[in-house]
């Protein structure tokens, strides 16, 4: 069984996309991070899973997930640091049988199923594949049996995740592949980039998504305070930090 999962975050202004959102602003940025979300698994749902699941949190966004995403599984993120989630996460698909689990974060766009596809591919062969983010993080991570000492005493939101992350593997001996590099859009410079690729998509929704975030005002805003009960503070939209 072949599992897809995306770490996400609830949506709400001032706690999603805070670096943009000194661009943007905070309710900007949060709108831009819904469809981005939006964007990314509508891209990922085409891929061969046996089972597609939003990690989310924080727990009472059920069902605010529910809603824009009715064909996914739900589950709320595990207590914890990323690297405890993550495990967690990977434990709980391979209990219930899955012989493959590839996640992916919430703030790459250019993930596509033909991404999950080749995760597939590379996992009939390697244990571990990694998608290499540009800032040192990562996009995506697959694992074909249980590995929980890859996210452990991991300096998450660092330019150093994937380093640990794949000296913790090699630490155990197995082999691991990798992925094209892709970039997150965490910043007004990032968003600006992945606009001008995607402004004349021939996938309609990412083109309309690109000309729209190209409009967007841009100002220089003070950092906003989360005032929605359900924030979490931790970072919980991209596993690669």
Known sequence: ???VGVFAKYWSAGAVKTRLAAALGAEAAS?????MLLGVLQQIRRAAADSA???FAPANAAADFAAVAPDWELQAQA???????LASFFQQQFDRGATQVVVVGSDCLDVDAGLIESAW???DQVPIVWGPASDGGYYLVGLSRPVPTVFRDIAWS??????QSQERAAATGLPQALLSPLEDIDDDASLRRWCQRHRDATDESLRQLARWAEQLPRHNHPAATPDDSRVDDSRVDDPGG
């Open 121 to 123: 591919q590379r996992l």
């Open 31 to 35: 709108e831009f991070y819904r469809r």
């Open 1 to 3: 069984m072949r599992v």
């Open 79 to 85: 207590d914890g640091d990323l690297g405890q989630r």
């Open 53 to 55: 699941v939003i990690v």
């Open 158 to 163: 660092t330019d150093q995740v994937l380093r």
